[in-house]
């Protein structure tokens, strides 16, 4: 999460919660990041009780209900406008339908994986237009999608992803590599090095948020829904791949740009 100390343009201040691990005992859950919503829901409390104004989040799982009764996205709702959250859309792709909470919420900026060497959506990255919950209830769709424009998010803010963001792909030359340390130290690449080859919407993600939070420290946006409103001048059209396409730097500040015009 991403905390400003002060108006005007500064150095946002980091925040990191830790909410997912496998390996304690006292949650029962013995597979690497697992956890439970309410530990993530009480991480976003404690960030919104912090005063964070944008918040990183790399984890996902099906939705429960739809996006307004779910409870990672009932969270993420309560805590716009304040906070500008940023969500992985998960990993469970290349399947239409599978973009997971919190991700799902209209209300957040949805992040997919692209590869680095090709651009292309990462196979493993979730697609849309929607959770799979919604898959067999085209009607409940509809009638969100109707609630969306009636609280006055960005238009097309209930189909997902939004955007896609390097997050790797299964192949070596698309691999990401992360400072690593502990048992996890080798299991992937075998080696003992503080370095492990990682990918996956929860790598895209902060990225994601990292650029924002400098964009928003800089005055370029006040809100992620600014960014989807830009976005959707400079782009015109959203896919159920990629959302609005692969965002970089300079994909930003046209985004900003086209909101001024």
């Not at 998960?90 to 909470?101: I, K, L, Q, S």
């Not at 067999?136 to 009638?143: A, D, N, Q, Y």
């Not at 989807?228 to 900003?256: N, P």
Request: proline share 7%.
């Amino acid at each position: 999460a991403f905390k400003y100390d002060r108006p005007g343009f500064h150095n946002p201040c980091m925040i990191c919660f830790k909410v997912k691990d496998g390996s304690e005992e006292e949650s029962g859950l013995l597979l690497l990041g697992e956890g439970l919503d309410h530990d993530m829901l009480r991480a976003i409390e404690a960030a919104y009780l912090w005063g964070a104004q944008v918040l990183s989040l790399s984890m996902s799982g099906p939705l429960q209900g739809t996006v307004f009764e779910d409870p990672l996205a009932k969270a993420i709702g309560k805590v716009y406008p304040q906070m500008s959250v940023i969500a992985a859309a998960g990993n469970a792709g290349p399947d239409a339908w599978t973009v997971e909470a919190p991700g799902a919420s209209p209300h957040a900026l949805s992040v997919g994986s692209n590869g680095i060497a090709s651009g292309r959506p990462s196979v493993f990255s979730a697609r849309g237009p929607q959770a799979d919950w919604y898959k067999t209830k085209p009607g409940l769709l509809s009638e969100d999608a109707v609630r969306v424009q009636q609280l006055g998010l960005a238009p097309d803010s209930l189909h997902k992803p939004d955007v896609v963001v390097p997050g790797g792909d299964f192949s070596p030359r698309e691999m990401l590599y992360s400072g690593i340390s502990g048992w996890m130290d080798g299991e992937i690449d075998g080696r003992l090095n503080a370095l492990e080859p990682l990918t996956g919407t929860s790598m895209s993600t902060p990225i994601m948020a990292g650029m924002f939070a400098l964009a928003k420290s800089r005055g370029m946006f006040n809100h992620v829904d600014d960014l989807k409103r830009g976005l959707g001048r400079v782009r015109e059209q959203k896919s159920s791949d990629s959302g609005y396409g692969a965002v970089r730097w300079a994909d930003m500040v046209a985004a900003a740009r086209a909101l001024r015009n």
